[in-house]
């Protein structure tokens, strides 16, 4: 956002600020000066901020990240915020919503939509009243999202695998109070001692608020059928996840793609798996979603440097390259850092997949 912090007019200065807010916001708007005001005000309170400026663009970003608060004019070119809401509801049923508008009339339409509407927020609104609705949004979305918490597995042919692909994406999911394991198949012997490795991963897994299943099988000898297949099972038995994160095909280590048709296989009925990305990827790794991990990147470096007694010898572990890899994936979610997945299944959030439904 390159709104101009020190503009007067913009009447900012009277929102208060708090660095401790958390929550992702969408503006949707097609005035740019309101636009850049509403961003402002928002991120100047601690919120993180995507923009658009129209109904499609905002689809586009609520197809490829997860929000907790949509903020949409009513009056946008084409398709009408009204359109939005219907839409967004489709993608995300727990997303906060507020209309605005100038137009008090307006007031009636969205009352009909009562339903499908958390807020109504009047043009202009000052900062404070902004931030207000805005916190009053976030609680509610939090009060949407108490059901059962989803269960998520990532997994991992080494330590270290998971959380150089999606330590950031876990955080994230640990912020949501999800519950999370992390299945490592092998203590990755090759690379160290099996048991400092062990500990390490035990160490990584408690920073991402992760149970930890450590398997035993053999480093640069994991099987593409059994008992792979049958420990990926047994972890998907005793979780039952909703979320399935795993290797790419992509990737010039053996191990890794043998761990992902593995998965594909022990995780035929997950209703979401994607695939991350390894430092041994090829450039044929085609991520279609991008995660921001902007809240997460120093949580996800801290959980990397457990893994000791590999910084000073494996390059790929380098906090450097992990922090450029994620602001190059950056570029494509709008965003300073990503994680990006390739999407094997994709199906919405369904809460009836939590343990004991
Ligand atoms: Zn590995």
Redesign the pocket.
Known sequence: MAADVSDDSSGVTGATPSPHRQGRILVVEDDPGTLDFLALALERSGFEVATATSAGEGLELLATHRFDVLLADIGLPGMSGFDLVREAKRLDPDLAIALMTADARVDVAVQALRSDVDDFLPKPISPVALIEQVDRLIERRHAKKSGPPQQVLAI???P??VEIGVGGILLGHREAHDQITILTLSH?ARGGDAAIRAEEASKAAALLGAELILGNLDDTRIAIGDPTVGMIEDAIAATAPAIVYT?TLCDL?Q??RNVHRASMVAARNVPSVYCYE?P?ATVKFEPVRFVSIDGAMEGKLEAIRSYQSQTAVRSYLDEELVRATARYWGRFGQTRYCEPLEVVRDRPPARSFGPGE
């Open positions: 991992g042919a080494h270290d695998d990755g290797h280590h191990d890794h390894s041994s």
